[in-house]
């Protein structure tokens, strides 16, 4: 016999609140890593993903805590997730335009070996995530697609690490930080989009008029 319909959406929501739980831990236990790394090799472009791993680790916790609320309360929520997005961008901007004058070549081997860790970090984040990103709806998906995204930015800068040793230029490093601010802001869109549509559908549960 089946679980009856909110019996089996309490266990769903059991389920994503320990995953993004375990993802929120994963992204803050790798942050410290990665920024340490970013420092000594001197890449802008990890410093930029190190601090996208806070920005994980915020989006899953604000989901832990979330979970349960109004459809209205989770819409304005998701906006905000989506703002939250954008803060990484802002950090590779600000670093890619302060050394625009002077684009130094970061260590090649730490930026490799970190992004391979960042791999496997944002790869099993991404996986626990597929099974639960439409479960909690905004909330969820952006959690989903900043751990997806984060999958191609790592692989990003382990072929900005190849060209920065081909050419010695730091100019690769840099581009990679405009290449990271547009996934972001593609990101923060697509969420902003999806917790829109679920302000729809709380006006029109409450039978309110539909703008």
């Given at each position: 016999?089946?679980?009856?319909?909110?019996?089996?959406?309490?266990?769903?929501?059991?389920?994503?609140?320990?995953?993004?739980?375990?993802?929120?831990?994963?992204?803050?236990?790798?942050?410290?890593?990665?920024?340490?790394?970013?420092?000594?090799?001197?890449?802008?472009?990890?410093?930029?993903?190190?601090?996208?791993?806070?920005?994980?680790?915020?989006?899953?916790?604000?989901?832990?805590?979330?979970?349960?609320?109004?459809?209205?309360?989770?819409?304005?929520?998701?906006?905000?997730?989506?703002?939250?997005?954008?803060?990484?961008?802002?950090?590779?901007?600000?670093?890619?335009?302060?050394?625009?004058?002077?684009?130094?070549?970061?260590?090649?081997?730490?930026?490799?070996?970190?992004?391979?860790?960042?791999?496997?970090?944002?790869?099993?984040?991404?996986?626990?995530?597929?099974?639960?990103?439409?479960?909690?709806?905004?909330?969820?998906?952006?959690?989903?697609?900043?751990?997806?995204?984060?999958?191609?930015?790592?692989?990003?800068?382990?072929?900005?690490?190849?060209?920065?040793?081909?050419?010695?230029?730091?100019?690769?490093?840099?581009?990679?930080?405009?290449?990271?601010?547009?996934?972001?802001?593609h990101a923060a869109y697509e969420v902003w989009e999806v917790s829109e549509e679920e302000r729809l559908a709380a006006k029109a549960l409450a039978g309110e008029e539909i703008d």
């Open positions: 016999m089946s679980a009856d319909p909110p019996a089996a959406e309490q266990l769903d929501v059991g389920r994503l609140r320990r995953i993004v739980l375990v993802v929120a831990i994963l992204n803050l236990s790798y942050f410290f890593v990665e920024f340490v790394v970013a420092l000594v090799a001197g890449s802008v472009s990890l410093l930029a993903d190190s601090v996208d791993f806070l920005e994980d680790t915020a989006i899953n916790l604000l989901i832990f805590l979330a979970l349960g609320w109004p459809l209205a309360r989770r819409a304005a929520m998701g906006k905000a997730m989506a703002l939250v997005i954008l803060g990484p961008a802002a950090v590779a901007g600000w670093e890619a335009v302060r050394r625009f004058s002077e684009p130094l070549a970061p260590d090649v081997v730490p930026v490799v070996l970190a992004s391979l860790g960042a791999i496997a970090i944002n790869g099993t984040c991404a996986g626990l995530l597929t099974s639960v990103r439409h479960r909690g709806g905004s909330l969820s998906r952006a959690a989903f697609l900043s751990a997806r995204n984060d999958v191609l930015v790592n692989v990003a800068i382990i072929a900005m690490a190849g060209l920065t040793l081909w050419t010695d230029s730091g100019w690769p490093d840099l581009v990679l930080g405009c290449f990271i601010i547009l996934l972001a802001l």
